[in-house]
């Protein structure tokens, strides 16, 4: 079960113009914004990466706006997060064992991601609802395998209500009112 005070978000490489060449990218990026809004009002600390962005792009406006202005993103070469130094440094640095990750793509970056923090011990939280891929076909595969290699495949709004447990939660109105738009 998802702790608030053990868990961070890891947005993936929501950048350029392959946001738009996703399958279903207008969904998938809306459940991106309102998945950084929740995870504002609980608190949770984001990390934020770009793949090669002087070549794709930059992380695109729509999901920029809702990050702090003082978040900067760990630019990679490398397919998984965990393969940059500056991102192995920061996911140690917040001290959490329950990582979430949404982005971008479901079968190369995501996955790869996934698959190497699980492997340093820890816990990870596939937003299913909030990656996808160009193909729905490597999409569907990469969740399969995550989900046999050991990830936790979640949705959004199942996360959510983890994170909050209860209707006493002091924002439980309001992050209700983002899972609804």
Do not use: W
Not at 34 to 44: E, K, M, T, Y
Not at 65 to 70: A, G, H, M, N
Not at 102 to 107: A, D, F, K, Q, S
Not at 109 to 115: E, S
């Amino acid at each position: 079960m998802l702790e608030i005070n053990q868990t961070a978000l890891v947005v993936i490489d929501v950048q350029g113009k392959i946001a738009g060449l996703v399958h279903d990218h207008v969904r998938v990026l809306e459940n991106i914004r309102r998945f950084i809004r929740a995870a504002g009002l609980f608190g949770l600390p984001v990390v934020l990466t770009e793949q090669v962005p002087e070549k794709i792009g930059r992380t695109v406006d729509a999901v920029r706006e809702l990050l702090p202005d003082t978040l900067d993103p760990i630019c990679k070469k490398t397919c998984s997060c965990y393969g940059a130094a500056e991102f192995v440094d920061k996911i140690r640095g917040l001290q959490k064992l329950q990582i979430l990750l949404i982005g971008i793509e479901t079968h190369v970056c995501v996955y790869q991601t996934a698959r190497d923090l699980y492997h340093h011990g820890y816990e990870v939280h596939l937003i299913a609802d909030a990656v996808s891929s160009r193909q729905v076909f490597d999409h569907q595969i990469a969740v399969e395998r995550m989900r046999q290699e050991g990830i936790i495949i979640n949705s959004m709004e199942m996360a959510i209500c983890e994170l909050f447990k209860t209707t006493d939660h002091p924002k439980f109105r309001e992050i209700i009112a983002h899972i609804k738009k």
